[in-house]
């Protein structure tokens, strides 16, 4: 049932905008500075000619740059002013500048190209994370443009893999004949910085070609039926920055209306790996205090989430408190 309203007042108090510890991600890789964008700072003739895209109708054009990656749709709208207002005025470009132009700017810096700007714009008028449908997805998985939990971070499946571990795979199955293919794979090169979990983080100073995990497994699938598992390499523990390096904190943004929501940390869960991340939507508020920190919710946390805490303890058996 319902609290009242001073109650549940109470219970949204113990929501946190900053979790502790801290989980080390793209959003504190200095994006603004690193990547400053000049939407809304030009004065725009739109009437400049931009050749034989003038003659087709907006619709169209609309449909068209909808469908570009956002490096590429960035670099068309250097072009002159007509391009630049053609891209300013896309509908999902539009709405992700206004309301997380970070995301516009990882995707930059990271050469992030194997999503479109729609797509990105579908992945945020999501509310769940795709990957476990339980949780609400806080985060961006930048090299395909997943929603996902934090929980489900933790998991291999958003491991993104460098090009020699792929190479290495692919000798080991004797298929060296898909390295090739490598390079059509969703893939970003990393922003130096500091990633990781808390005091664990750990700095970063190469730019490293990072692939998509899920992808490599699915070219030996194409290839002959079975998508082989990379083996584990030594250092992919969840302090591992490579997790963290293609990871954004993601809103929910509302299909109709200019509203979105980011979601709050509950602090009563501080101490417990990988919860602790876990974001919720003020909905999500009252259900979770309820269900988990209320008197005779003694339950053990881990009784609730099997599958969640079977795709961490695989990861990382070593404590889940901090
Ligand atoms: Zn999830
Ligand atoms: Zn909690």
Redesign the pocket.
């Known amino acids: 049932m319902e609290p009242q309203d001073g109650s549940v007042r109470d219970v949204r108090s113990f929501f946190v905008r900053h979790p502790t510890p801290l989980l080390h991600t793209l959003d504190d890789a200095q994006l603004e500075a690193r990547c400053p964008l000049d939407n809304g700072m030009h004065l725009v003739l739109p009437n400049t000619p931009i050749g034989d895209i003038n003659r087709l109708p907006l619709e169209l054009i609309n449909q068209v740059l909808g469908r570009l990656d956002i490096p590429t749709l960035t670099t068309f709208r250097r072009v002159n002013q007509r391009a630049m207002h053609l891209v300013d005025s896309l509908p999902s470009y539009r709405r992700i500048w206004t309301t997380c132009p970070d995301i516009l700017r990882a995707a930059v810096s990271l050469n992030a190209n194997s999503f479109s700007c729609d797509t990105i714009f579908k992945t945020l008028i999501r509310e769940?994370?795709?990957?476990?449908?339980?949780?609400f997805?806080g985060y961006l998985y930048l090299i395909t443009c997943t929603r996902?939990?934090?929980?489900?971070?933790w998991g291999l499946e958003h491991s993104p893999v460098e090009p020699s571990t792929a190479i290495r795979h692919f000798q080991e199955l004797k298929m060296d004949y898909l390295v090739e293919k490598l390079k059509t794979l969703p893939q970003v090169h990393s922003l130096p910085g500091c990633y990781g979990p808390g005091r664990r983080r750990i700095v970063s100073e190469d730019r490293k070609t990072l692939i998509d995990r899920m992808a490599i497994m699915n070219l030996t699938k194409e290839d002959c039926g079975y998508a082989y598992p990379l083996a584990n390499e030594p250092d992919d523990c969840p302090e591992n920055p490579r997790r963290n390096m293609a990871i954004i904190s993601a809103p929910y943004l509302s299909r109709q209306g200019q509203t979105s929501e980011w979601g709050l940390f509950c602090s009563l869960c501080a101490n417990y790996l990988p919860f602790f991340e876990i974001k919720y939507r003020a909905q999500d508020m009252v259900p979770h205090f309820e269900r988990w920190h209320v008197e005779d919710s003694d339950a053990p946390w881990y009784m609730f989430y099997p599958e969640?805490v079977m795709r961490w303890s695989n990861y990382s058996p070593a404590g889940r408190v901090y």
């Open positions: 769940k994370c795709e990957f476990c449908g339980e949780f997805g996902i939990c934090h929980v489900c971070h969640a």
